[in-house]
């Protein structure tokens, strides 16, 4: 995958996505709350999201691009940077933190050989942590690509890394 500022994106993909969602509205301008599910297909096409797509696709569709930047990072779901094939995500919130999730932060760094926000040079795995992902009840929390796992145990944290790892081809360690 391309760097940041890679001159080699294709923005033919964002031409097509952008042509389906514009022919289906009236008037060929997307409404503003059609933006979110613009850059999730983006972001799906190209595995995050390019500052030159960006920028085309706010010129094409009238969206300010200060706009597009304001929704792709306030949001955790979308990345400005190329991502791993797999994305895993530990919880840092109170409920996580007060039931052992410092341990499986620790574990899944250590499986994984990456620290918080880092890509595998491979582009194999991305490990985040987030302030919250939603389900204290399950605390602590993980979840590894879309996939929730609650009750983390390290061993747990441990076995998950291992199964991504053997799915993506890569040696389990």
Partial sequence: ?????DPQIDVGIA?????EMVSSTPGGRLPGDALIPLLQKLQDSYGYLPPPV????SRRT??????????ATFYAQFSLEPRGRH??????????????????IATIKGALGLEEGETSPDMA?????????G???????????????????????????QRLKERDGASPD
Avoid: N
Avoid at 1 to 5: A, E, H, Q
Avoid at 125 to 133: P, Q, Y
Avoid at 137 to 148: C, G, Q, S
């Fill in 1 to 5: 995958m391309g760097t940041r500022r």
């Fill in 15 to 19: 031409e097509r996505i952008v042509g």
């Fill in 54 to 57: 960006l920028e085309w696709a």
């Fill in 62 to 71: 009238g969206i300010p691009t200060s706009r597009m930047y304001g929704v």
């Fill in 87 to 104: 994305t895993v995500r530990s919880c840092r919130g109170t409920a996580c933190h007060v039931k052992g999730g410092r341990k499986i």
């Fill in 125 to 133: 795995f991305t490990f985040e942590t987030v302030a919250c992902l």
């Fill in 135 to 161: 389900a204290c009840a399950l605390a602590p929390v993980t979840v590894a690509d879309t996939t929730y796992y609650g009750s983390m145990t390290p061993r747990r944290a441990e076995q998950i890394v």
